[in-house]
């Protein structure tokens, strides 16, 4: 079983729509969790870190459940400048700041 | 906004020959990165370095990578032979302490003919 996964996309919505990401891990000692957003060709940024609680960015929300391994990503409102690859990244719990990336779904938002 | 930067942008060397990648990691920070993404696959790590030596390292990470942070500030990754597979995009990233957050640079394109 990959370390991460996710969705293989694209995902293709108009503007304005709602659309979720979902991605699972492996390692169930992971401790801590993020999104990251990749334009094309360019370096990973993050977007915003993943809490037990679920947390909110203006139009992104994250969630976590750590008994199904299970971390999703919301975007409400799309805009053409969300289109970018999500990724989905494990900080391992080997005592060093090593993060482990899934392979990431690309969202095209179209006019 | 303070900024890991990497030299060069994008480097084509031929089979066999060595390539140096630089890099200057945020100047506060004390965790040092290389990751590396081959087109189309994902972003996967290479090694870590922290006061001054290998922290931890992947399988990817055999002996003809090497690192090292030879004057205090830059942070170099050395691929000895370098073979048509190591073409990729290297990453270099730092962070401030462990569970800080990790800032990438933009990346050094490494393509191997």
């Known amino acids: 079983r990959k370390e991460v996964e996710q969705d293989p996309g694209p995902f293709n919505v108009p503007e304005g729509a709602t659309v979720a990401f979902n991605c699972t891990y492996s390692n169930s000692a992971s401790q801590s969790f993020f999104w990251y957003r990749q334009d094309c060709r360019k370096e990973p940024k993050l977007l915003m870190s993943v809490y037990s609680s679920g947390n909110e960015d203006g139009r992104f929300t994250a969630q976590l459940n750590r008994a199904s391994q299970y971390i999703s990503l919301l975007i409400r409102d799309s805009k053409l400048s969300d289109s970018a690859t999500y990724l989905c990244v494990v900080l391992r719990n080997s005592g060093y700041s090593t993060l482990t990336f899934g392979k990431g779904t690309m969202l095209l938002v179209s006019p | 906004e303070p900024e890991v930067t990497q030299t060069p942008s994008h480097q084509v060397t031929q089979m066999g020959q060595e390539v140096i990648l630089r890099c200057v990691p945020i100047s506060n920070h004390l965790y040092f990165y290389w990751y590396r993404q081959i087109l189309g696959q994902k972003v996967e790590f290479l090694v870590s370095?922290?006061?001054?030596?290998?922290?931890?390292k992947s399988e990817i990470f055999d002996d003809q990578f090497s690192v090292e942070r030879p004057d205090g500030s830059n942070f170099t990754l050395k691929i000895r032979s370098t073979k048509l597979e190591d073409s990729a995009m290297y990453f270099c990233?730092?962070?401030?302490?462990?569970?800080?957050?990790?800032?990438f640079g933009e990346g050094s394109w490494l393509t191997v003919v």
């Open positions: 370095f922290y006061n001054n030596e290998i922290s931890e």
């Open positions: 990233a730092s962070s401030a302490d462990l569970g800080n957050t990790i800032y």
